[in-house]
C-alpha cells in the first residue's frame, strides 16, 4: 500500500527558503509522475511536477524560485523553494501517479509573513 508522508512546512519570512520532502512510506512503487500542488480557493493547482522521463513542470508563479527533484527508486520528491513572497503562502499537498494510482500526502502548511 502506498502511503506519502510530508515534512518541510513552516513559516519564514519574505524572501526566506523552505524545502519540502515527500517520501512514500509503503511498498515502492514506479510512478509516471512526482510532485507537489497547491490548495487554490477552488482546485489544486500545480506547483512543480517531474515525469519519469526526466522532464519538470513549474508553475508560472514559482519559475526561476522552485527546484523541484525526484528520486524514484526511493519514492522521493523534494521542492526547495526559494525567495519566498507571501503569494506562496497555503496548503502543499505531495502527489505521486501512475495509470490506476493517483495518491496523496496529508498536505503540509507554509506560511510566508514578516
Known amino acids: 500500500q502506498v502511503q506519502l508522508v510530508e515534512s518541510g512546512g513552516g513559516l519564514v519570512q519574505p524572501g526566506g527558503s523552505l524545502r519540502l520532502s515527500c517520501t512514500n512510506s509503503?511498498?515502492?512503487?514506479?510512478?509516471?509522475?512526482m510532485g507537489w500542488f497547491r490548495q487554490g480557493p477552488d482546485k489544486r493547482q500545480l506547483v512543480a511536477v517531474a515525469?519519469?522521463?526526466?522532464?519538470?513542470q513549474y508553475g508560472d508563479s514559482v519559475k526561476g524560485r522552485f527546484t523541484l527533484s525526484r528520486d524514484s527508486a526511493k519514492n522521493t520528491v523534494t521542492l526547495q523553494m526559494n525567495n519566498l513572497k507571501p503569494e506562496d503562502t497555503g496548503v502543499y499537498y505531495c502527489?505521486?501517479?501512475?495509470?490506476?494510482?493517483?495518491?496523496w500526502g496529508q498536505g503540509t502548511q507554509v506560511t510566508v509573513a514578516s
Open positions: 515525469s519519469s522521463t526526466g522532464s519538470i
Open positions: 509503503g511498498m515502492k512503487t514506479g510512478f509516471t509522475l
Open positions: 502527489n505521486m501517479w501512475k495509470i490506476g494510482l493517483d495518491a
